[in-house]
């Protein structure tokens, strides 16, 4: 069991989630996007928001500013999450455009928002679950998402309510956050989601 409950977090890690989200709009969208464009979009998206914050990551080691991929100090995340918001900010600049796919720009603010949200949280000494930020943000995207394409992922929505509580589960049992901090994480990772479907659907 314990090990089934580390492979979850690890499975289902917050780098992943805005690419899984990506991936899923590709997969659903009515609109037509060229083959090549998708590619690159995705090739670009994995690049810079799941390599380049790994090799980040080594990188950090290195210098002894962090001391393992767990972040398990609020000090330790300050400085990974103030990389990650510009490396969203590049993201939205330069990959994601509002003109060009207005449902993921609006998706990538939200992802920039709650990462914002976390580390005004670490500098405050408040460690918000990142794992349930990701997850549940991407639960609101699709959400939002289904509503705004009219499609029916109700199959869909339901294993995510059951991977958000078996990553939630994942958590408490290795011990890297308590009760408050996931539900913070929750909604830190849900609010701006929702706030912003106002500009999109």
């Given at each position: 069991m314990d090990?089934?409950?580390k492979s979850i977090s690890f499975?289902?890690?917050?780098?992943?989630m805005p690419l899984v989200g990506v991936v899923f709009y590709f997969l659903v969208s009515p609109r037509f996007t060229p083959e090549e464009i998708i590619y690159a979009k995705l090739i670009s998206l994995a690049i810079l928001t799941v390599l380049l914050p790994i090799l980040i990551y080594f990188l950090l080691k290195t210098l002894g500013k962090i001391q393992s991929i767990y972040l398990k100090t609020t000090n330790e995340r300050i400085?990974?999450?103030?990389?990650n918001c510009i490396i969203i900010l590049i993201v939205l600049l330069r990959i994601i455009t509002q003109s060009q796919f207005i449902e993921l720009y609006f998706f990538f603010v939200?992802?920039?928002?709650s990462t914002m949200a976390c580390l005004i949280l670490a500098i405050l000494k408040f460690k918000a679950s990142i794992h349930m930020i990701a997850i549940s943000g991407l639960f609101m995207f699709l959400i939002v998402l289904s509503i705004h394409f009219n499609i029916n992922i109700n199959d869909i929505l339901a294993l995510m309510s059951i991977i958000m509580g078996a990553v939630a589960t994942s958590r408490l049992h290795l011990k890297a956050h308590n009760y408050k901090e996931l539900i913070m994480g929750f909604f830190v990772g849900v609010m701006p989601q929702l706030i912003l479907v106002t500009y999109w659907l």
């Open positions: 090990r089934i409950l499975i289902f890690h917050p780098l992943l400085l990974p999450l103030t990389l939200g992802i920039l928002i």
